[in-house]
């Protein structure tokens, strides 16, 4: 992991500044003399800038993210607790935590730190930004907000905005946050109950009815200690050992602000500022972005594509179909080169 130190006044959409913005990242393969060989992917909710790890198979020689011709770059979040500036860090301003401090910040802000980094790192234009969950959030943000710097827009069970169930599955978490007394005091070490039931919540909308009842499945005689509750358990524990319940409540926050349309006179006219190729990618058993979703992105940006993946896992399907989303990425670079775009922008 790389750190960028931004040593000027970072000021978020609503107005609030952020001194000494740090922003973490990791690049894979090389930047070639043009600048333009770029993968650009947005990470989902806790994950961080280390895509490699969290998204396995797809980055290395002959893989989708080849590092022997694309120059990868994954940046970490804005509000997160792996590395960028969020809730866990230090204030310079009063030498403590963030905490509930922490300014409110929106998907915009999140491209705009990104594209300080991207400044940074000499890059010219991006051939592809990718992004799933709340990453299609921020890659569908930068390619209406910086339209002349994306080539490929790739969206992954993701929406053009918070719809009201995501929304309500995010409030049932914070409001599970706040039942925790040690995050209402705003302890620094406070919140890890909380946030594990937060996360049990979470999950029901991650994975499809059928997974659990194929997956947690239990013997006929049992009426206790259920498979399904110890999973939901260890699930929630594993976040605990992992992040930071401050900056979980943030980037729940954080991802209801979606709204493409926001400010830029509704959903349709800001699509219309697009100027990448647009593939959009839903899952048929997605419960927090079903399908209906991803398709609708395509039904809205002129010569979009939409393909729909068949799988048992639900919204984590970005994450274990890996092989079939590889497979129809692939296909939509090769229908869409460069003489495509060119021809588009014309």
């Not at 890059?123 to 709340?134: A, L, P, Q, R």
């Amino acid at each position: 992991m790389k750190k960028l130190i931004y040593d000027k006044p970072f000021v978020t959409e609503s107005g609030d500044v952020i001194p000494d913005l740090v922003i973490a990242y990791n690049t894979y393969g090389t930047l070639n003399d043009e600048g333009d060989n770029v993968i650009w992917v947005c990470h989902a909710l806790t994950a961080n800038s280390d895509v490699g790890a969290w998204w396995p198979g797809m980055v290395g020689g002959g893989l989708l993210l080849d590092t022997s011709e694309y120059f990868i770059v994954c940046a970490n979040i804005l509000g997160s607790c792996y590395g960028t500036t969020g809730p866990a860090g230090i204030n310079p301003q009063t030498g403590k935590p963030w905490l509930k401090t922490f300014p409110p910040i929106t998907i915009r802000d999140l491209v705009n730190a990104h594209e300080i980094l991207r400044k940074s790192l000499r890059i010219n234009s991006i051939h592809t930004v990718i992004g799933s969950s709340i990453g299609g959030f921020q890659a569908l943000e930068y390619a209406v907000m910086f339209p002349d710097l994306i080539r490929h827009l790739v969206f992954i069970a993701s929406g053009v905005r918070q719809t009201p169930w995501a929304i309500a599955f995010n409030e049932s978490q914070r409001l599970a946050m706040e039942a925790d007394e040690s995050f209402r005091a705003g302890d620094p070490d406070g919140g890890r109950r909380g946030m594990k039931a937060a996360r049990a919540v979470a999950l029901l909308s991650y994975r499809s009815a059928q997974a659990y009842n194929l997956t947690q499945k239990d013997d006929d005689d049992r009426t206790d200690l259920f498979r399904a509750s110890s999973y939901q358990a260890y699930q929630g524990d594993k976040l605990v050992s992992r992040f930071n319940p401050y900056s979980y409540y943030c980037i729940t926050k954080l991802s209801d602000t979606h709204n493409i349309g926001r400010g830029r006179g509704g959903t349709e006219k800001a699509l219309s500022r697009i100027r990448a190729d647009v593939l959009a990618i839903g899952i048929s058993s997605d419960f927090l972005f079903p399908a209906a979703d991803p398709k609708f992105l395509a039904e809205n940006v002129a010569g979009a594509e939409y393909v729909e993946i068949d799988s048992l896992y639900g919204h984590d399907g970005f994450l274990i179909e890996t092989e079939l989303i590889t497979s129809v990425i692939r296909k939509f670079w090769k229908n869409n080169k460069q003489e495509n775009y060119d021809k588009k922008r014309a």
